[in-house]
């Protein structure tokens, strides 16, 4: 059973920063879409960043609202998805939830929660200003 359990959330100021890590464990398919949502209170959980994981793949995807501060990363070794997150926002706090799903990621849904299947429990982001 697919298991994914998130850390290194916490308080920092803006302009500051903070990684994300999401450990993975139960895989058993060589190609999964493994992502990271947040959702901020009376929002909606939103798509932040996505890597899909396939032969010859390992393609990544980023919401707009975080191109150029976010960077997803996966480390094969430690079966680990890290999220880096740079220049920090008010904005950007949230509860942050790492997700997963069979095959990969596509342009035109990896930011679909509805895609994905396997879920953590989330691990809290705050940006102070």
């Known amino acids: 059973q697919v298991q994914l359990v998130e850390s290194g959330g916490g308080s920092v100021q803006a302009g500051g920063s903070l990684g994300l890590s999401c450990a993975t464990s139960?895989?058993?398919?060589?190609?999964?879409?493994m992502a990271w949502f947040r959702q901020a209170p009376g929002k909606e959980r939103e798509g932040v960043a996505a890597f899909s994981i396939s032969t010859g793949d390992g393609r990544t995807y980023y919401a707009d609202s975080v191109k150029g501060r976010f960077t997803i990363s996966r480390d094969k070794a430690k079966n680990t998805l890290n999220l880096q997150m740079n220049s920090l926002k008010v904005e950007d706090t949230a509860m942050y939830y790492c997700a997963a799903h069979r095959f990969g990621c596509y342009s035109g849904s990896w930011d679909s929660k509805g895609s994905y299947n396997y879920w953590g429990q989330g691990t809290q982001v705050t940006v102070s200003s």
């Open positions: 139960g895989f058993t398919y060589s190609a999964y879409c």
